[in-house]
């Protein structure tokens, strides 16, 4: 069973202040994404990273893939109030399609 | 990106009782999903829904608790059966296309 541990749970942290999400498994993932959610929404799609030491920047985010594709982080600098939310990584799986979540990451940036 | 409507949006519904929940997808999608996040937790794949197929359910989850439907490429429905508390969760549909997935916003369920 391919399972995906996220790190940490929850984060308050001031606006300004920086912050790395971590997302870990042993197993190897053939893609690796990272999505958004806020209250009363699905996930939304922030990135997708194929590619072992992929590196993608979004705005103020930053992700990366590990050279193993095992393991992944997002960095945001500069954290606003508007980047609260829960934060999910998912792989996918052994079958295709289906995707495997982490335990996923409450943000909270207070102003 | 493909555009999901996903109704009821909320519930409250009494023990015992069943919940249909539907998926309209703007496109014509091969493969929906169905999960299930539970308060505060992550998202667990309940089943994936095929056309003109029966749907593949995970580890944990049975046809006769969640039956699924897919009488379309556009459209499926999921039903909570017999539900108790612990059914009380948010489900949520999903589609995969070329642009990636995409999730429904999914519909709170609360059992009492």
């Known amino acids: 069973t391919q399972l995906l541990e996220q790190s940490p749970q929850f984060l308050s942290i001031q606006e300004g202040e920086n912050l790395t999400v971590y997302c870990n498994s042993s197993?190897?993932?053939?893609?690796l994404q990272w999505y958004r959610q806020e209250p009363g929404e699905g996930p939304v799609l922030l990135v997708t990273v194929v590619t072992g030491g992929e590196v993608k920047k979004l705005k103020r985010l930053t992700f990366q893939f590990g050279d193993a594709r095992k393991d992944s982080s997002l960095h945001i600098t500069a954290a606003q109030p508007g980047d609260t939310g829960l934060y999910l990584c998912?792989?996918?799986?052994?079958?295709?399609?289906?995707?495997?979540f982490g335990s996923g990451t409450r943000l909270l940036v207070r102003p | 990106s493909a555009v999901i409507s996903q109704k009821p949006s909320r519930d409250i519904c009494q023990r015992g009782t069943s919940l249909t929940i539907q998926c309209q997808v703007d496109s014509q999608v091969t493969m929906m999903f169905w999960y299930r996040q539970q308060p505060g937790q992550s998202l667990t794949l309940i089943a994936t829904a095929n056309q003109g197929s029966e749907a593949t359910y995970e580890s944990g989850f049975v046809i006769d608790k969640f039956p699924i439907s897919r009488p379309n490429l556009t459209f499926s429905t999921l039903t909570v059966s017999n539900m108790s508390p612990e059914d009380s969760s948010i489900y949520l549909c999903?589609?995969?296309?070329?642009?990636?997935?995409?999730f429904g916003s999914g519909t709170r369920l609360t059992v009492v």
């Open positions: 998912a792989g996918e799986g052994d079958s295709s399609y289906k995707l495997i």
């Open positions: 999903s589609v995969v296309t070329g642009s990636g997935y995409t």
């Open positions: 197993s190897v993932f053939s893609s």
